[in-house]
Antibody, heavy 117, light 112 residues
Framework: EVQLVESGGGLVQPGGSLRLSCAAS????????MHWVRQAPGKGLVWVSG????????TYADSVKGRFTISRDNAKNTLYLQMNSLRAEDTAVYYC??????????WGQGTLVTVSS | QTVVTQEPSFSVSPGGTVTLTCGLS?????????PSWYQQTPGQAPRTLIY???TRSSGVPDRFSGSILGNKAALTITGAQADDESDYYC????????????FGGGTKLTVL
């Protein structure tokens, strides 16, 4: 059974940093693109970032480019999202998702990030 | 900036058929955008329904189907059930050069 478990969310002040993790199991992690998708309270889903299977290619939404860094450790079956220079508008539930082709196949339960003073 | 459009809300009667659409603010949606569809109920993670236009994800009943209708991607629910009442999101893949994905704003489906 595919499992994706996010962690690392919490309350952080504007301008601060946070690193999210997503522990994967139940599939060959090193074979798939992985993504982060977020959802602000009461709002819709927004794609944030993606990384290819070996970590050599990354891509970001314009809203986070230069502030967020996606990475992965295939030996640990773990996906990361380093978030710097956080803003109030980054407040959201962050989901990790397994990619397959050009879509998302499996989702974690999400971790809440709140940016507030 | 590319905007992916969805109906903000829709309603369907139990047992009825409803088609939700996914368009572009400029241009037409084709299979080259690999449209996919996701269902989300409040407080829950999204669930994948359809990918690559019309392929059902594992375990998704066949009353959910995807297609291209005119210049939009479409999700059709046939024989709507009460537990289909959810938010539905489409995503379009924005091309091999930049490899971005853009979600639509979502459609809140009411079954009544």
């Amino acid at each position: 059974e595919v499992q994706l478990v996010e962690s690392g969310g919490g309350l952080v002040q504007p301008g601060g940093s946070l690193r999210l993790s997503c522990a994967a199991s139940g599939f060959t992690f090193s074979s798939y693109w992985m993504h982060w998708v977020r959802q602000a309270p009461g709002k819709g889903l927004v794609w944030v970032s993606g990384i290819n299977s070996d970590g050599s290619r990354t891509t970001y939404a314009d809203s986070v480019k230069g502030r967020f860094t996606i990475s992965r450790d295939n030996a640990k079956n773990t996906l990361y999202l380093q978030m710097n220079s956080l803003r109030a508008e980054d407040t959201a539930v962050y989901y990790c998702a397994r990619g397959d082709g050009y879509s998302y196949v499996n989702w974690g339960q999400g971790t809440l990030v709140t940016v507030s003073s | 900036q590319t905007v992916v459009t969805q109906e903000p809300s829709f309603s369907v009667s139990p047992g009825g058929t409803v088609t939700l659409t996914c368009g572009l603010s400029s241009g037409s949606v084709s299979t080259s955008y690999y449209p996919s569809w996701y269902q989300q109920t409040p407080g829950q993670a999204p669930r994948t329904l359809i990918y690559s236009t019309n392929t059902r994800s594992s375990g998704v009943p066949d009353r959910f189907s995807g297609s291209i209708l005119g210049n939009k991607a479409a999700l059709t629910i046939t024989g709507a059930q009460a537990d289909d009442e959810s938010d539905y999101y489409c995503v379009l893949y924005m091309g091999s050069g930049i490899r971005h994905w853009v979600f639509g704003g979502g459609t809140k489906l009411t079954v009544l």
